[in-house]
């Protein structure tokens, strides 16, 4: 399996654009996890999914930034419009059966740049 | 609800001398405990977790964590570093009768130095 994929690696964008970040799960899994990473605030859950459903987006920082899981094999993240403070690596993680037992699988990350 | 307290954000040692990356957690249930490994530009990776059984779990590359339900602690331990493991370490933690969250502390830097 080629694990979890994230595109793209690196994303560099002026304030006030739309950046859309994307995600494909390990076949199989069914839940599905966005993170933000910051050097200040550490890692931080935005939002997961279950069966495609989102459970809990209570991590999203705002109204500018919205997730979706069309299918099982793919979800994205999507900032409008993007703002220097969102600067951030953004990592998708997915799991089996809510990974409580097995834990997550990460992506190799997206590094977000807004400036 | 949980929470993980990982109680050195920065831990320097030299290359095979031995480490302990601390981690505390607070849970009212019963958990599962997990470490994780970044590595510099990557993603997580699971080093080791206890689920149950055992309270001594270890790594393919010679980690061991001890599960402490006394003192709520899941301490990471290694007796002869390499400088390949520098890294930052996450500790997490999971409800077993609820949910699916993992929820990770604030990490430790691992630096090891020649």
């Known amino acids: 399996d080629a694990g979890v994929i994230q595109s793209p690696r690196h994303e560099v964008t002026e304030m006030g654009q739309e950046v859309t970040l994307r995600c494909k799960p390990i076949s199989g899994h069914n839940s599905l996890f966005w993170y933000r990473q910051t050097m200040m605030r550490g890692l931080e859950l935005l939002i997961y999914f279950n069966n495609n459903v989102p459970i809990d987006d209570s991590g999203m920082p705002e109204d500018r930034f919205s997730a979706k899981m069309p299918n099982a094999s793919f979800s994205t993240l999507k900032i409008q419009p993007s703002e220097p403070r969102d600067s951030a690596v953004y990592f998708c993680?997915?799991?089996?059966?809510?990974?409580?037992?097995?834990?997550?699988?990460f992506g190799s990350g997206t590094r977000l740049t807004v400036v | 609800a949980q929470s993980v307290t990982q109680l050195d954000s920065q831990v320097p040692v030299f290359e095979e001398a031995p480490v302990e990356l601390r981690c505390n957690y607070s849970s009212s249930v019963s958990v599962y405990l997990f470490w994780y490994v970044q590595y510099p530009n990557q993603g997580l990776q699971l080093l080791l977790k206890y689920l149950s059984g055992s309270t001594l779990v270890e790594s393919i590359n010679g980690f061991e964590a001890e599960f402490n339900k006394s003192q709520t602690s899941f301490h990471l331990r290694k007796p002869s570093v390499h400088i390949s493991d520098t890294a930052e370490y996450f500790c997490a933690v999971s409800e077993v009768a609820s949910g699916s969250r993992l929820t990770f502390g604030e990490g430790t830097q691992l630096t090891v130095n020649p």
């Open positions: 993680a997915s799991s089996l059966k809510g990974g409580k037992l097995y834990g997550y699988t």
